[in-house]
């Protein structure tokens, strides 16, 4: 095994090699803009990962590994139109660079892109690879879809909510998980336990990303705090609010909520003391670590070597545990 | 081979029974609302149509043949994003009925949904079809990219004209004839004719539609005369008609091209009277002649049995001819 950061660095040369055309510009630029930006790169690096632990050969997983980080950055670059969202990773989103044709069409031409390199899996598994993908963007679609349905709803469960962030966030990180150990020759049973890993940590990631939202440090953080809270997002924390306050705090919470010229930080400061005097914080670190638990049952089920186990390991309580 | 309405009506039954899931709702009506719209459903067709004609398979085609037909769709629904179109096939295009956000995320679906379907392409000939698709999906981006690029350019010119047409309108008709092909199990080179028919035919169509506009019978067109006049929108007409104006007819074009307040009825009737003066409709006629031509020549040097060649010369001579 090597070091996050490794896997990390194969991606972006692989991304740096992707060799796009150049004309027409407006279709092909937005895609080099967005590709080129830094990122985790966390996608491509646990289908390295998963490779690796496996003894799977490397070279033959980069090429699948890129597709779904083009494929997560064409559903982020789709996202931010109907968002409305300007900036992305501290740069103006390419509807606002461009304007939403562009997005459009340069996100339509990414999916195509992703589609392409997923079908370079080598053969033996390509099969299931090219399925296991389609059926992941689909449900990731569905995600979105529940996500944007929720935004009229106020009777949104914390089950539904739950399904919601599996499907728009976690089944990508299970998809990266089963494709690596799948290009590795792990068999279904095993690849399957991959994709638990994967899909365990990503709600644990989500439901941390709820936290930092309104509790984290907005130099680490990277965003803006309190986004979700003065856009009544249908977060983990605003739904179990809903569910929970009574009496005065009900009353406040309704209020922030019904409110459209709350001054943000004043809104941002009271929601965040109402989520406080309900104990949010703590329910939501116990949920992060029932996910996180999973994540770490379906790893230990593996039988990894110390070290493949210990990279898993690290990882996971990285971003269950994560400040940025 | 069967007569064409044959083709389509296996097409529309194998669409028919595509048993999309219903929910979230927002995601799946929209994609049975394009889908069940009664259409010529061309390229499917095409696909099953190359296919019988050399003896091949048609239900290991029916699947990859409705691929191509999701895919036009998905194309359709962007498109009229885009292009802020209203009205598609006589209803309400799916962001007018719906929203943006809806047909951008159901668009997205229907193009995985159209992978999915590819991706079912016997396994003989999967890897080419799947590669043909994916090229095929690039430059139709790409030929939607140039044309919104031409709407604020003045100097566009006929070769680019036909480039663009090539890679929005005709690549899509030459990859459904040559992927029947390639289910029956033709070679290489074979496939590469059944692809230049298509792509000809393609060519010739769309240079037809724009004849159509100009030109064409508002009740078996089907839809509104003279929005291409309305909209300066730039067809191998007006490339041709602004190449050759001169005089009085070049100052007259460039006034109505330029104002924004002309009546409708009065720019449409006066730009067709220019298009009459150059000799446009000859010209036109001319080009698809010539077009229809390289698409007989594919034909003939295929060597099909006469039941098939009289079956695609017919449709040949039919698209070009169409009134409709």
């Not at 899996?121 to 598994?125: F, G, H, S, V």
């Not at 409110?259 to 001054?263: G, S, V």
């Given at each position: 095994m090597k070091p996050y950061p490794a896997y990390r660095e194969m991606a972006d040369t692989a991304i740096a090699n992707?060799?796009?055309?150049?004309?027409p510009r407006q279709l092909y630029e937005p895609i080099t803009y967005v590709m080129s930006q830094p990122g985790k790169r966390i996608r491509p690096a646990l289908t390295l990962m998963a490779c690796d632990a496996l003894g799977g050969n490397l070279e033959a997983a980069l090429t699948p590994a890129i597709a779904l980080e083009v494929f997560h950055n064409f559903t982020l670059l789709h996202d931010d139109v109907m968002d409305r969202a300007d900036i992305r990773r501290g740069q103006p989103t390419v509807h606002r660079r461009w304007n939403d044709n562009v997005a459009i069409l340069s996100g339509d031409a990414m999916l195509t892109l992703a589609n392409r390199l997923i079908a370079q899996?080598?053969?033996?598994?390509r099969e299931q690879a090219v399925n296991l993908f389609n059926q992941t963007a689909i449900e990731i679609y569905e995600g979105q879809q529940w996500d944007m349905d929720f935004e009229?709803?106020?009777?949104?469960s914390e089950q539904e909510y739950i399904n919601m962030i599996r499907l728009k966030t976690s089944v990508l990180l299970g998809c990266a998980c089963k494709l690596g150990a799948l290009i590795a020759r792990a068999d279904a049973a095993r690849a399957d336990k991959f994709y638990q890993m994967g899909l365990n940590l990503g709600i644990a990631f989500q439901l941390k990303d709820d936290m930092l939202d309104v509790w984290g440090d907005p130099d680490t953080f990277g965003k803006e705090i309190g986004g979700d809270i003065a856009n009544n997002k249908k977060t983990f924390l605003l739904i179990n609010a809903t569910a929970r306050a009574t009496g005065d705090d009900a009353d406040e919470l309704r209020r922030w909520l019904n409110?459209?010229?709350?001054?943000r930080d004043q809104k941002v400061t009271a929601v965040t003391e109402i989520y406080n005097r309900l104990g949010l914080r703590q329910l939501s670190l116990e949920a992060i670590g029932r996910y996180n638990r999973l994540a770490l049952d379906a790893l230990e089920s593996l039988n990894l070597n110390i070290e493949a186990r210990q990279a898993f390991e690290s990882l996971i309580n990285q971003m269950a545990g994560r400040d940025k």
């Open positions: 992707l060799d796009l055309p150049t004309e899996t080598p053969a033996y598994c009229t709803r106020h009777d949104v409110d459209p010229y709350a001054l």
